[in-house]
């Protein structure tokens, strides 16, 4: 009977540890069929970075993925262009467009409503052409974003030019530069592209065969972007969607752990024309975000800031990582003495709504030798405030071109009643826009903007800007020709059509610029008295005449022409180079894809969104 006692309490310790492990298992730490929990991250370590502002950020812990701009490429077709075409095309990209075109046909509607050509007809035309569509899709992309896009006819096709060509709706794919055959047009689609093509109208005429459909490219497909731990770890990982959501909105969900080595990151709306600025701020937020935190951080920034040789770019990044709640620590620093301080703390303000900002950007836009004046314009153009660019009307007469352009375009953004905007519709389609006209309100020196970049736009700065007379020009394709002469009230004007069978009655336009620019872009439609009122000309070749016609041509139009600065080039990008020939197995099939040279400047289908006035 002595032992009882001990194997009783050997029994009473064995059934405690069963319930304790089962309770255990209960709350998930251990048991079988169950996934163990993480332990608790370990406080961070701080890692040793060259700026101080941002130890303990995201940015110190996590590196941004691919950033490089996607290549997205397809094949389109491109109609309208007389005689200037060609049938040519390999044999599996033109049963791919015959394929396309025709669930596109089938898909409008009613047989009755049906285009009566048949896509293969449509193809052997010369009236139409064959072309390899290339466009870049930036990280961060949202679905909708819209994109510039080139169009370039088949290497080896007898296409003599795309002038006043519009290319018909097409898929763009990732680009792969190792598919051959059919797999140059397989693949996810993740873009579309439509509209009119621009054309260099400076260009040699072998240019011709290369264009443009500006903002005529939107991406189908989001494209996210990844953040890299640098030490993969799963409670960071979460930590850090944790803190992402917490700064920009957990509905729906900005960042998303996707395994221990990396999170992806959704751009949120309000950043949707401008991803990079997102992810700016993301690498900049803080891994922890309680007051007491951001209070010694605020502290630390107000420091750092005023200090010489300070890195004012992340220091203001910082700022808008930790958002409005730093507003008031920061108000005291939008007079600092230092300019660049001041510039750069009031710019975070003004992007977090902080209207006692505003004043203080202005002023910085308004000072000729401010160092920081050009992005106070633009930063006072992309503010949300409706009265943020109000005080800037006075910079459209500036000397200074570049201030005109920047001030213009950040009164554009907020609907100036400065600016005057008028839409013409495309001569081979009208549910398209041809080109956008502002006529500026401007005292200053007459002066012509032409925009290279997303949204076809002519600027015209001054309502009265005269045209000369008396004057003779002749489009070199003689497309259109005007004349007046000595006495003459008027211009008279006149047009051709691309093969040379058609030639327009005359129109008379009064001597000033935004009627001469008004006759040459409208649709060829007759008035109410029966006479004919515009030529329905392009935006390349209005551009071409006003560039003959203006100071640096023969000076009948008394204004400087000043075109967009910014490249397509730089849009698009280096071609890749091919190593070998793109084309199908059988020479017979049509003519090889060869190397693509690098692209420089010089209505919706259903589904696809509108084209923004951007």
């Keep these: 009977m002595s032992g009882f006692p001990s194997r009783f309490a050997m029994l009473v310790l064995f059934f405690t540890a069963a319930a304790l492990f089962a309770a255990g298992c209960m709350d998930g730490k251990a048991g079988w069929g169950r996934k163990e929990a993480l332990p608790p991250e370990p406080p961070p370590k701080p890692l040793q970075s060259p700026v101080p502002a941002l130890v303990d950020t ?13 290549r997205v490429h397809g094949f389109g077709l491109v109609v309208g262009l007389g005689e200037d075409g060609s049938s040519n095309c390999p044999t599996t990209i033109r049963e791919y467009l015959i394929d396309y075109l025709s669930k596109q046909r089938d898909a409008r509607g009613p047989r009755r409503n049906r285009q009566r050509v048949s896509p293969a007809r449509l193809i052997d035309s010369s009236n139409t052409a064959v072309v390899e569509v290339v466009g870049l899709v930036p990280p961060g992309a949202r679905k909708g974003m819209r994109l510039d896009v080139s169009v370039e ?9 795309l002038e006043r060509g519009l290319l018909l709706p097409c898929e763009l794919r990732v680009f792969d530069p190792s598919a051959v055959g059919k797999g140059m047009v397989t693949g996810k689609i993740v873009a579309r592209a439509f509209g009119p093509v621009f054309t260099n109208p400076f260009a040699s005429d072998a240019d011709v065969r290369r264009g443009f459909v500006l903002g005529g490219g ?3 497909e989001e494209r996210t972007i990844r953040l890299v731990l640098n030490e993969p770890s799963f409670p960071r990982a979460r930590r850090m969607e944790r803190r992402i959501n917490e700064r920009f909105g957990h509905s729906p969900k900005v960042a998303e752990a996707g395994s221990m080595a990396f999170v992806i990151l959704h751009t949120p709306t309000q950043f949707a024309e401008r991803p990079e600025r997102f992810t700016e701020i993301v690498t900049h937020l803080y891994m922890q975000g309680h007051p007491a935190y951001y209070e010694d951080r ?5 420091k750092m800031i005023a200090e010489p040789r300070a890195a004012y770019e992340h220091i203001a990044l910082a700022y808008e990582g930790i958002g409005r709640v730093a507003i008031p620590r920061m108000q005291s620093l939008y007079l600092h003495d230092n ?10 303000g003004l992007r977090m709504r902080d209207v006692t900002a505003l004043p203080v950007m202005t002023q910085i836009a308004l000072a000729e030798e401010h160092l920081h004046r050009f992005q106070a314009i633009r930063e006072l153009g992309a503010s949300d405030f409706p009265q943020a660019g109000l005080q800037l009307a006075p910079l459209l007469d500036s ?20 600016i ?3 839409l013409f519709p495309f001569a081979l389609d009208g549910r398209h826009t041809s080109f956008v006209l502002d006529v500026v309100d401007s005292l200053g020196e007459p002066m012509i903007y032409v925009r290279l970049t997303r949204t076809p736009r002519l600027v015209i700065f001054g309502a009265r800007v005269p045209v000369r007379i008396p004057m003779f020009y002749t489009h070199p394709q003689q497309w259109v020709t005007l004349n007046a002469v000595d006495d003459a009230r008027d211009i008279t004007l006149y047009g051709r059509s691309r093969t040379g069978a058609w030639l327009s009655e005359k129109i008379s336009a009064p001597p000033r610029l935004v009627d001469v620019i008004t006759s040459l872009a409208e649709l060829p439609v007759e008035d109410d008295e029966g006479r004919l009122r515009g030529l329905g000309l392009g935006y390349a070749q209005v551009i071409q005449v006003l560039k003959s016609l203006c100071l640096d041509g023969d000076g009948t139009i008394p204004a400087r022409l000043v ?23 059988s020479p017979s099939d049509g003519p090889v894809l060869s190397e693509r040279r690098d692209a420089s400047p010089a209505g919706a289908p259903s589904g696809a969104p509108e084209r923004p006035d951007g």
């Design 58 to 70: 995201i940015g110190a812990h996590a590196l941004l993925g691919s950033m490089e701009r996607q």
């Design 153 to 161: 006819a088949i290497p080896g096709s007898e296409t003599r030019s």
């Design 218 to 220: 939107y991406t189908t």
């Design 298 to 302: 605020l502290n630390t920034l107000n």
């Design 339 to 348: 300019i660049s301080v001041s510039f750069y703390v009031a710019r975070s």
């Design 399 to 418: 000397e200074d071109v570049e201030v005109r352009i920047a001030a213009y375009e950040a009164l554009r953004e907020h609907s100036h009643p400065a």
């Design 420 to 422: 005057r905007t008028r």
């Design 563 to 585: 075109m967009e600065t910014r490249s397509l080039t730089d849009l698009l990008g280096p071609a890749p180079r091919r190593e070998r020939p793109e084309t199908d197995a």
